[in-house]
């Protein structure tokens, strides 16, 4: 005797894409095609060129009205001008201070990086050494800057060394915090689980510090360009801060607005390149995603 059974509804089907298809708009991946990208990347740039061209116009009213002397404020035309003519010897002022500005931050980094390090596990050095940090970090840099100028000469080493003096605080603060804002029972169950501290610090500490070093290291890379001008303004014959001081000397305005739109260049750039460095380093973190509302509307 044949028993006929109830039919059961086929297993509904996953539709496939097939190979080298691209996937759906707003799919999980329809945010990272190259349209995309360059869409936002307009969608978050146009409310600051807007702000600049503002000023731009501003800039270029005052002086078309001739409402501040020239010699004071110059024409936009007449700093394009200067910057022009000039590039040659702008360009390799520019190299200078950069050059001096980047090995600052670097030092800068690792050395704030490894202090933070030895606070956090240490607490005999963070009673210390963190008053002495705190110290030398209200002591006003341009008034040790000729102190730098007698000990090291008129070369390079000054400059650097003032860079680093300037950027080293706010990595030194940026790391302490970040390290120690890990979870506690995330590090008890490493040491439950016999990891040492090490591959504790390595897998769980430093990777979990990352978002505010990061943060830290996004302003100390724009105060060490204004430690490299401030140790050139002491005693120097080459970068973007000598040529302010010959610039404001000669009441060269044109080549002054010029020398200070550099400077500008030279601290966005390194700012976007650690921006860059931070969007490799930690896609993980909520302010990377870009689906999360960073303020309220």
Known sequence: MTTTQGARPAPPTVPRTAPGASPAPGGARGGTTVPARLLALASASWRPALV?????????????????????????????????????????????????????????????????????????????????????????????????????????????????????????????????????????????????????????RFPGSLPQLMSGLKVAVTLAVVGAVVGEFVGADRGLGYVLLLASGNLDAPLLFADLILMSLIGVVLFLLVELLERLLIPWHASRRGNVALAAS
């Open 52 to 204: 600049l061209l503002l000023l731009f116009g501003v800039w270029w009213f005052v002086a078309w009205r001739e409402l501040v002397p020239a010699y004071l404020v110059p024409a936009p035309g007449a700093v394009w001008d200067t910057m022009v003519a000039d590039w040659a010897l702008l360009l390799e002022h520019t190299w200078v201070t950069t050059m001096e500005t980047v090995i600052g931050f670097v030092l800068a980094a690792v050395i704030g990086v490894a202090t933070a390090v030895l606070l956090v596990y240490s607490r005999t050095a963070e009673k210390a050494l963190y008053p002495l940090i705190l110290f030398a970090q209200v002591i006003p840099k341009i008034a040790i800057a000729p102190i730098l100028v007698v000990w090291f000469g008129f070369g390079l080493t000054p400059k650097i060394v003032l860079a680093v003096l300037i950027a080293f605080f706010p990595v030194v603060v940026s790391a302490v915090a970040g390290l120690r804002s890990i979870d506690p029972e995330l590090l008890e169950l490493s040491a439950t689980m016999g990891a040492s501290r090490w591959k504790t610090f390595r897998k769980i």
